[in-house]
Structures are given as C-alpha cells and as structure tokens.
C-alpha cells in the first residue's frame, strides 16, 4: 500500500492548475484556490480514502467510483477511485478504505 493517496489528474491542464497555488488562484479565485489547495494537501496527507475526515468526502449517487469532496458551500472536487482492488464484489460498491489510488476529473463552481 502506499504511504498517501496517490492523485492523478484527468488531463494536463488540470492537473498545472491544480499544482501551483499561483494558477489555482487564477482560475477560481483566492479563497476557492485555497479551498482546492487544502482538500489536495489533505488527500496526498491520507494513505487511503476513508482517512479524509474534511470536506464530506461521499460517493457520487450517479456514479459509485466517483466521489465528491465539498470545496466551500458552493463548490465540488470531483475524482474517481482508480483501484482496481477497491471495488466490491457489487458493481456499484467502492470501498473507500482500499481506495489508495483517485484520479481528480473536476472542479465545480
């Protein structure tokens, strides 16, 4: 297992807006770039899922690999769990303390 939550990113962009303070500020603003910044430090700070305890980490109704991490009252950190080991033996089930791999796909405003 790893020693933190391993995050990847859904494309390039996103991932140089989300691994510099100065670009994260740029494109969502101060207080939300600082939001986003904190819920990353948080992940990379966990081994596994289940260890986030800030943000309302829940799974996405639509989609149960996907989860959703609350970023102010307002805006969402969407990712999806990459594990392959993490999924139960229902399709629709994640279980989030095997979850050790999340590619981030979103930023809502």
Known sequence: MALHLIIAFEDRALRDICQSDTATAAEFGSELGELLQDRLADMVAAQVLSELVVGNCRSDPGDPA??????GKSSLLRFKATDKHSRGR????????????????????
């Open 66 to 71: 996907t989860f959703i991490l609350d970023l």
């Open 90 to 109: 229902a399709a629709e089930a994640v279980d989030k303390s095997r979850v050790s791999r999340v590619k981030v796909i979103s930023v809502e405003t």
